[in-house]
């Protein structure tokens, strides 16, 4: 079996989850489940595994990310318009009409679907496959109990498959839920990523040296970070660095402590800046130590557009007092008042340095700086946390529980590089 799905091209290192899969949906006359709720950490291979089984068992389907679903609307039609596809193809007596047919609710799907299905094979099968599941929550009460049991109520074949990186008893309706099958996709640990890093290896330098280069490698940074891409894109960046004493002549390949001495450096630097770990602009010149170059770096910066506001209220917190705010975010303020300061700002709290502030402060300020309807206090905190994550924020104090304080450590050129690309500009709001 494992050789057979490394012949497809699916991950050797999912065989027990592929296998499942197969149980689940290959029989040609079996009733498909309504629902599989597959979950696990990002980068665990969830959505290339389901996607590559669909493709390679020959099987209609349609995906969609759920952060790009921006109206139900449009994931309904986009349901209806691939049945409508799959169904005329299977019947002859079917013309195939590439009339957009509107859908506005969960009920308009139903009754479409079934009438659709008049005339054709039952069991003729469809999945829905949904990245980021969790986001249907959002879109309704009504509409995440209806998709899973989409099958049982137009008795048709269809499947939806739920991806997603919480645990389901997060998933919470009050009423009509039909509990899924459950899979679970668990994180790679570092023999699987040295296997999946080595199928995509392609260099003059033999294999086994690649291998030993990416123990030590995962040695340092397995702890920091298990996200497959990131590991990927730092651990090929610096073995360009590795190999470059061997082109040179000044270290032999079999001289491997003589390499990691010569690494090391390279890998401290690295480590210093890990929300940059997933990033293209690591200065990766042979024979020089790993740099970040601040002009490219922080126009790069992978953050959501929300994350860069939160970003820009929290340094705005950090760097501005307190009994400023007023002045400076009120609309009635004094506006010549306010431009005597804007010349001494700048450099005055550059000097000062961060100082920790309340999470309601900056919240006040984000929705000061930020046009924008009231955003869910879930999707803050999860924006807060990754900027924890990669030490853009850091905590003060002991009670992160009733009082939490926080200090933006972003230096000012990152936050004026971040805040251009989001054509915002943050040093007039500076107050000394």
């Known amino acids: 079996m494992a050789c057979e799905y490394s012949r497809y091209g699916l991950n050797p290192d999912r065989i027990a989850q592929i296998e499942t ?248 630097i690295a480590l210093q800046q890990g929300h940059f770990l997933a990033s293209d602009h690591l200065n990766n010149q042979p024979g020089q130590p790993l740099s970040i170059t601040n002009g490219i770096a922080m126009t790069k910066l992978n953050l959501p557009f929300h994350s860069k506001m939160l970003l820009m209220a929290a340094y705005l917190a950090s760097h501005n007092s307190s009994k400023s705010d007023r002045l400076v975010f009120s609309r009635h303020a004094n506006k010549k008042k306010r431009r005597k300061v804007e010349s001494q700002s700048v450099k005055n709290n550059l000097i000062s340095g961060p100082k920790p502030f309340s999470f309601d402060r900056m919240m006040a300020i984000f929705y000061c700086i930020n046009d924008c309807e009231k955003l869910h206090t879930s999707l803050l905190m999860s924006q807060v946390s990754y900027l924890l994550r990669v030490h853009l924020l850091d905590t003060f104090g002991d009670d992160m529980l009733n009082e939490p304080k926080y200090i933006c450590t972003a230096n000012f050129d990152m936050v004026c590089d971040v805040s251009r690309s989001i054509n915002f500009n943050i040093v007039k709001l500076l107050h000394s």
């Open 21 to 268: 899969l197969v149980d689940l949906i290959s029989k040609t006359d079996e009733v498909l489940p309504s629902s599989i709720f597959i979950y696990g950490h990002s980068c665990s291979g969830k959505s290339f595994v389901v996607t590559s089984l669909l493709e390679e068992l020959q099987l209609p389907y349609v995906r969609f990310n759920c952060v790009e679903v921006f109206s139900i609307k449009v994931l309904l039609e986009s349901i209806l318009k691939k049945y409508c596809e799959c169904s005329s193809a299977k019947s002859k007596n079917t013309k195939r009409s590439d009339v957009h047919e509107p859908c506005e609710n969960m009920m308009d799907l139903v009754n479409k679907l079934k009438s659709k299905s008049q005339g054709i094979d039952k069991n003729s099968k469809l999945f829905i496959v949904l990245e980021r599941s969790d986001r249907i929550r959002e879109m309704g009460d009504h509409v995440l109990p209806a998709l899973l049991r989409l099958s049982e109520l137009t008795g048709l074949n269809i499947c939806s498959i739920l991806l997603s990186e919480v645990v389901w008893e997060k998933f919470y309706a009050k009423m009509g839920y039909s509990d899924p099958i459950s899979l679970h996709f668990p994180q790679y640990n570092r023999d699987e990523i040295i296997n999946i890093l080595c199928q995509s290896y392609n260099s003059k330098y033999p294999l086994g040296f690649y291998k030993s280069y990416l123990n030590m490698f995962l040695s340092t940074f397995y702890r920091v970070s298990r996200n497959l891409l990131n590991i990927k894109s730092l651990a090929e960046k610096i073995f360009i660095d590795y190999c470059h004493p061997i082109e040179t002549g000044e270290i032999r390949m079999d001289d491997v402590s003589s390499l990691w001495r010569w690494i090391v450096p390279r890998l401290k």
